[in-house]
């Protein structure tokens, strides 16, 4: 089974900092990687993805993620954040087992700062 | 495009009142899926349709019903709201029914029963 674990549900930084949010996967077969973003009041929106090829990953708004298969992790970073980063952060891990349906870690608040 | 719809956007209940939740694409996708997401739970599957005519239970099935009314349709019934129904519900679709394809999310609905 396929489970995802995103450490801190709460990340505070500072405007122009790094950004750096936590995901650690459970997978039993070869996993596809998903990070969505979730402004205030509204749904989720894909930011990136890794299913197979360059473990880099660049996505929208100049966050990447990559791929660790020795750490099970995936982690996403952003060089400099900006006050409109502010949202909720969702990593996905694929389904396994036969299922297509992703897994959904609990979400890391980012919370930016002036 | 508009993408996924839902509707309505806010809704409070009496303990014991029942209502549906519209959700739409003009996507031509061929899954659609409805979540519910509650605080530091992330978010949960209650059902999904891989395609028209087929739906299944996810992950909390219980107290609801869905829907697959045609290939853009796809709606959630709440047949006897109970307030542990409080949440924000968020439909989903995607393209097929694999692990490839990242999925897009309405704006959800929040209901609150009382």
């Known amino acids: 089974a396929q489970s995802v674990t995103q450490l801190g549900s709460h990340v505070s930084v500072s405007e122009g900092a790094l950004v750096l949010l936590r995901c650690n996967y459970s997978?039993?077969?070869?996993?596809?990687l998903f990070w969505y973003v979730q402004y205030p009041n509204q749904g989720l929106q894909l930011l990136l993805k890794?299913?197979?090829?360059?473990?880099l990953v660049k996505g929208i708004n100049g966050f990447e993620a990559e791929f660790k298969k020795s750490e099970t992790s995936f982690h996403l970073t952003k060089p400099s954040a900006h006050m409109s980063d502010a949202a909720e952060y969702f990593c996905?891990?694929?389904?396994?087992?036969?299922?297509?349906?992703?897994?959904f870690g609990r979400g890391t608040s980012l919370i930016v700062h002036p | 495009n508009a993408g996924v719809t839902q509707t309505p956007k806010f809704q409070v209940l009496k303990t014991g009142q029942s209502m549906t939740l519209q959700c739409a694409q003009d996507m031509n996708h061929n899954s659609m899926y409805w979540y519910r997401q509650d605080p530091g739970m992330g978010l949960r599957l209650i059902y999904y349709?891989?395609?028209?005519?087929?739906?299944d239970k996810g992950e909390v099935p219980n107290g609801y019903n869905v829907s697959r009314l045609n290939k853009r349709e796809f709606s959630l019934r709440l047949e006897s709201a109970a307030p542990s129904q409080t949440s924000v519900y968020f439909c989903?679709?995607?393209?097929?029914?694999?692990?490839?394809?990242?999925?897009?999310f309405g704006p959800g609905t929040r209901l609150t029963v009382l």
């Open positions: 890794y299913t197979t090829g360059a473990t």
């Open positions: 997978s039993s077969v070869p996993p596809y």
């Open positions: 349709s891989a395609s028209e005519g087929t739906t």
């Open positions: 989903a679709s995607s393209p097929q029914p694999s692990s490839y394809n990242e999925q897009f």
């Open positions: 996905a891990v694929r389904g396994s087992g036969g299922s297509y349906i992703p897994t």
